[in-house]
């Protein structure tokens, strides 16, 4: 599956961006996907993962109640909404994908190419 991520951008402390991640073939709906992030510098870390349904979710202890991921596998499409952002979130986005079901594993197979996310103070 390729996956491409997109809706990075430049926004102010505070504000909102949704990203989404576009996945091409068929098999998307029987994927889990997850949400990585890196800032520069830094280790690439989880943000936030959800099971080929949707029904279940996991996020990163620090992201929980600011971030929201969803997915609709009418469209092949996941999305992570992200609200009140801060200057530290910014870093790369990255969308990932994987047959298996365990979303509380961080073994990912496919890997979307990053979209920049900058939050200004």
């Known amino acids: 599956v390729q996956l491409q991520a997109s809706g990075g951008g430049l926004v102010q402390a505070g504000g909102s961006l949704r990203l989404s991640c576009a996945a091409s073939g068929r098999t998307f709906s029987r994927y889990k996907m997850g949400w990585f992030r890196q800032a520069p510098g830094k280790e690439r870390e989880f943000v936030s993962a959800?099971?080929?349904?949707?029904?279940?979710?996991n996020y990163a202890d620090s992201l929980k109640g600011r971030f929201s991921i969803s997915r609709d596998n009418a469209k092949n499409t996941l999305y992570l909404q992200m609200n009140s952002l801060k200057p530290e979130d910014t870093a790369v986005y990255y969308c990932?994908?994987?047959?298996?079901?365990?979303?509380?594993?961080?073994?990912?197979?496919?890997w979307g190419q990053g979209t920049q996310v900058t939050v200004s103070s």
């Open positions: 959800i099971s080929s349904g949707g029904s279940v979710t």
């Open positions: 990932a994908g994987a047959a298996g079901s365990n979303i509380y594993t961080r073994d990912y197979d496919y």
